[in-house]
């Protein structure tokens, strides 16, 4: 599976950014999906998940109320609306996906099999 990230730019705080991940090589289907973020000099973090199933998704507590993960399993694609946006939340934005991950390992980055190259989100004061 190939992942491309697309999405990231500048925006003021309390604005919002829609990223796009689309998955390509092999469908989505089956796959759980997640987004992760890194900012500089900082251990890459769990953004929030969804199962392929499209059950509901699980967020970090601090994307929760503002960032919404949604997917289209026909078309391989996986989207992160972010609203509220914080000079905290910028960061490299990567997505990621995998077809054995439990749920206890969604927010462990090694346990994740694909991913894709990141999308930079600068959020300025």
């Known amino acids: 599976v190939q992942l491309q990230a697309s999405g990231g730019g500048l925006v003021q705080a309390g604005g919002s950014l829609r990223l796009s991940c689309v998955g390509s090589?092999?469908?989505?289907?089956?796959?759980?999906v997640a987004w992760f973020r890194q900012a500089t000099g900082k251990e890459r973090e769990f953004v929030g998940g969804?199962?392929?199933?499209?059950?509901?998704?699980v967020y970090a507590d601090s994307v929760k109320g503002r960032f919404t993960i949604s997917r289209d399993n026909a078309k391989s694609t996986l989207d992160l609306q972010m609203n509220n946006l914080q000079p905290e939340d910028t960061a490299v934005y990567y997505c990621?996906?995998?077809?054995?991950?439990?749920?206890?390992?969604?927010?462990?980055?090694?346990?994740?099999?694909?991913w894709g190259q990141g999308t930079l989100v600068t959020v300025s004061s």
């Open positions: 990621a996906a995998s077809a054995t991950i439990i749920s206890s390992n969604l927010g462990v980055p090694s346990a994740w099999h694909y």
């Open positions: 090589g092999r469908t989505l289907r089956g796959y759980t």
């Open positions: 969804i199962k392929w199933a499209n059950s509901n998704p």
